[in-house]
T-cell receptor, first 114, second 113 residues
Framework: AQSVTQLDSQVPVFEEAPVELRCNYS??????LFWYVQYPNQGLQLLLK??????LVKGINGFEAEFNKSQTSFHLRKPSVHISDTAEYFC????????????FGTGTSLTVIP | ETGVTQSPTHLIKTRGQQVTLRCSSQ?????VSWYQQALGQGPQFIFQ???????GRGNFPPRFSGLQFPNYSSELNVNALELDDSALYLC????????????FGQGTRLTVV
């Protein structure tokens, strides 16, 4: 079984400041890791994913994440946020070759303050 | 625009009724998964269909059931609705093989009164 913990339910940050959204996972088997963003009244959009290889993953909109196997973490970072980054962010895991059967965290609400 | 469409967008039902939600997958995808997202929570995996058969199920009771059709469209059926079934229901399509991206629809907001 897998589980995902997002340590911060709400993160306020000023525009152009850096941000880190934290994610820890537990699993008895190898997993893939994902970050999704959800804007109000919309579905989920993939920001980035880690499948294998380099532990630093770059995604869309200037986001990046680092996979840390020893700490079972996959934290999301952006060096300078914009107002348009205000949204709900979800960390998720899946097992390889399951057709993306995701297990999501409870989400982090990022609010960018002008 | 992901190519995954869900209908209806909003729905109000009475406790005890039955509901059917529909999803049209991205062209060429052979797998569809359904998720329930309660207010303020992350999506929870309900089940996945691959080649018209259930291919994995989360911790949901049997009154949640589904179908996948040869054209890869899908239905989620919920019987004996309960107030706690009120949620946003999301479907996602992908290939089961390999590491391709899953594309999510915009969801159906179900309210049970």
């Amino acid at each position: 079984a897998q589980s995902v913990t997002q340590l911060d339910s709400q993160v306020p940050v000023f525009e152009e400041a850096p941000v880190e959204l934290r994610c820890n996972y537990s699993s008895s088997v190898s997993v893939y890791l994902f970050w999704y963003v959800q804007y109000p009244n919309q579905g989920l959009q993939l920001l980035l994913k880690y499948l294998s290889g380099s532990t630093l993953v770059k995604g869309i909109n200037g986001f990046e994440a680092e996979f840390n196997k020893s700490q079972t973490s996959f934290h999301l970072r952006k060096p300078s946020v914009h107002i348009s980054d205000t949204a709900e962010y979800f960390c998720a895991v899946s097992q390889p070759n399951t057709g993306n059967q995701f297990y999501f965290g409870t989400g982090t609400s990022l609010t960018v303050i002008p | 625009e992901t190519g995954v469409t869900q209908s209806p967008t909003h729905l109000i039902k009475t406790r005890g009724q039955q509901v059917t939600l529909r999803c049209s997958s991205q062209s060429g995808h052979n797998t569809v998964s359904w998720y329930q997202q309660a207010l303020g929570q992350g999506p929870q995996f309900i089940f996945q269909y691959y080649r018209e058969e259930e291919n994995g199920r989360g911790n949901f009771p049997p009154r949640f059931s589904g179908l996948q059709f040869p054209n890869y469209s899908s239905e989620l059926n919920v019987n004996a609705l309960e107030l706690d079934d009120s949620a946003l229901y999301l479907c996602a399509s992908s290939w089961v093989e390999g590491n391709t991206e899953a594309f999510f629809g915009q969801g159906t907001r179900l309210t049970v009164v």
